[in-house]
């Protein structure tokens, strides 16, 4: 029987079009990512920013505790800035001193507590830390604009707007570690705390924290206020390289949540029937406001540059075909997507992430939905001929591959020795393949369907070949969760594992995206979020614009 309490949807786009690497690589923040969810929350809950420690320098070393209450408990960044050469400054994660380092302590830190905490943060992982460090982090300056906004503030003025919005923040984290990394708080411990319960909640509140510490840096050095319009154009930057990647292979659970409620939310507005005239006007005031950031928005990387470029040009094109006529006609929002499929995948995906905008009330509540405590289990009772079925049905994209053929085993991933981060290697080139790490799901469940027997059914098959035991959990997983599995060879010559850090990065509510290859790149958040005593306006801040 229908569920008549659950609003009407449209079909929700087939995993095998959205799951592929090149549209993940194209997404864009939406009003369900992390950190302007957690904003929402912040605003509904009245949440006060308080600065309670402040010993700096006049050159800005020292340290400083900001202290918030989410849903009755105390959180507090401990931030400490420290005098780094600038031969020192690098993004890599090899680093071993960085400008600034941070914990993001449970409760208010006693002066004993700041005490060890501005000792050992400096060191990052070479220290021990407690379960009462919620988030471990390190950000380095950006300096010529660092120093160009103290130079302006010392001189009387503000920093020019063009300087400012070509970098978009004054310092860059090249880290932020939760859940248990590095002898911290393990994620279980705020798991059911309001706010924080959500996917990288505690992460963003960090993020959130490190930007408003930034400004309050540069400020202090440079000895007068910016501009509110300033700050809120001066978000916080961070580099991001293959750490990342991973993750959305390793937890596919979290990863079909993720995609589900965003592809829900995008089945719901297709389905609305008609627009009111303040929804029009709310969707071409989006599609400005696109338009606008499109153009604030320059890259090196030839590639990235030669895409927004198309961008461009389509949400000209694209902008003049969405009439008053049809935006006030039948089902206007599934016309619009289908309207854009025209045009180039970013295109599209940036179409979808506008299209969630106008429409909070009817898929903010989704959000709910993207943390699971569940983990893939294997289905022993299930039978060969089923599971022959969800392969011939979702898997044919990894037996149709050539694993023979060198170009489609070019890359093996690995876990450094120094930094137990994630690696790529070249399989044809480099020593360590026997290293490598079970990334290859393609390969492992074309392995095991060829060892498909006679058995009576997966519990049988595992006693004959336990080797192929993560190939069965993967097949049987992607059965029940469609979006959980990425469906191309990540292993092959052609993956680009930045299309892997654009997608999650976009889920935690990134922007400007600036790749300086195909494994890292740097990125903006919080650019034009509301600032601390803002949060009424929490909820409009998609992708903003600086025009003057």
Same mark, same amino acid.
Not at 163 to 168: C, E, K
Not at 410 to 422: H, I
């Given at each position: 029987m229908l569920d008549e309490?659950?609003?009407?949807?449209?079909?929700?786009?087939?995993?095998?079009?959205?799951?592929?690497?090149?549209?993940?690589?194209?997404?864009?923040?939406?009003?369900?990512?992390?950190? @302007?969810? +957690?904003?929402? =929350?912040?605003?509904?809950?009245?949440?006060y920013v308080c600065r309670t420690v402040w010993e700096m320098s006049p050159d800005g070393f020292g340290h400083a505790v900001y202290s918030v209450c989410i849903g009755g408990y105390d959180y507090s960044l401990v931030a400490v800035s420290t005098d780094l050469p600038d031969d020192m400054r690098t993004d890599r994660v090899i680093a071993t001193a960085w400008d600034t380092s941070y914990i993001l302590?449970?409760?208010?830190?006693?002066?004993?507590?700041?005490?060890r905490i501005v000792r050992d943060v400096p060191h990052q992982e070479a220290s021990r830390f407690t379960e009462r460090d919620l988030v471990l982090s390190r950000a380095n300056k950006s300096v010529r604009l660092f120093s160009h906004v103290v130079e302006s503030l010392r001189a009387g003025r503000q920093p020019d707007r063009d @300087?400012? +919005?070509?970098? =978009?923040y004054l310092m860059r984290t090249t880290a932020v570690y939760g859940n248990g990394k590095f002898g911290i708080a393990d994620r279980d411990r705020i798991v059911d705390r309001p706010l924080l319960s959500g996917a990288f909640a505690a992460e963003m509140l960090t993020v959130l924290l490190i930007r408003g510490f930034t400004h309050d840096l540069v400020e202090h050095i440079g000895g007068h206020p910016l501009d509110r319009d300033v700050k809120r154009a001066l978000g916080i930057g961070n580099a991001t390289g293959l750490g990342m990647a991973p993750f959305l292979v390793s937890h596919p659970l979290l990863l079909d949540a993720w995609m589900q409620v965003r592809e829900t939310a995008l089945a719901r507005v297709r389905a609305i029937p008609a627009l009111c005239p303040n929804q029009v006007s709310r969707i071409y005031e989006l599609l400005a406001r696109a338009a606008a950031h499109l =153009?604030?928005?320059y890259v090196a990387d030839e590639i990235a540059a030669g895409r927004i470029d198309v961008m461009r040009r389509d949400w000209l094109a694209l902008t003049d075909q969405l009439t008053p006529d049809l935006l006030l006609g039948e089902a206007p929002i599934d016309a619009i997507i289908r309207l854009s499929e025209a045009y180039a995948i970013d295109t599209q995906?940036?179409?979808?992430?506008?299209?969630?905008?106008?429409?909070?009330?009817?898929?903010?509540?989704?959000?709910?939905?993207?943390?699971t405590p569940f983990v893939p289990q294997i289905d022993p009772v299930m039978t060969l001929d089923e599971l022959k079925d969800h392969i011939a049905t979702d898997w044919q994209f990894a037996i149709n591959l050539d694993f023979n053929h060198p170009e489609c085993c070019?890359?093996?991933?690995?876990?450094?020795?120094?930094?137990?981060?994630?690696r790529l290697g070249d399989r044809h080139a480099e020593p360590g393949a026997e290293l490598e790490s079970p990334l290859d799901i393609a390969r492992q469940v074309q392995a095991m369907s060829r060892d498909l027997g006679q058995q009576e059914n997966v519990a049988a098959f595992l006693r004959a070949h336990p080797e192929h035991r993560n190939a069965v959990c993967r097949v049987q997983t992607l059965a029940r969760h469609p979006y959980a599995e990425i469906r191309d060879n990540l292993i092959g010559e052609e993956c680009l594992p930045?299309?892997?850090?654009?997608?999650?990065?976009?889920?935690?509510?990134?922007?400007?995206?600036?790749?300086?290859?195909?494994?890292?790149?740097?990125?903006?958040?919080?650019?034009g979020a509301p600032l601390w005593d803002e949060l009424d306006a929490a909820d409009d801040w998609w992708l903003p614009s600086f025009a003057a």
């Open positions: 309490t659950m609003p009407p949807q449209k079909d929700l786009r087939p995993a095998s079009e959205v799951m592929r690497l090149r549209r993940m690589g194209a997404a864009f923040p939406t009003r369900l990512s992390f950190l @302007r969810t +957690l904003l929402r =929350g912040m605003a509904e809950d009245k949440v302590y449970d409760g208010i830190p006693s002066a004993e507590e700041i005490a @300087r400012v +919005l070509a970098t =978009g =153009g604030e928005w995906e940036l179409v979808v992430a506008l299209v969630l905008e106008p429409f909070g009330a009817l898929i903010d509540g989704l959000t709910d939905c993207m943390a070019a890359r093996f991933w690995y876990v450094s020795q120094e930094k137990q981060e994630p930045i299309d892997m850090l654009r997608c999650k990065l976009a889920f935690f509510g990134a922007a400007k995206f600036d790749p300086k290859s195909h494994l890292w790149t740097r990125i903006t958040l919080a650019q």
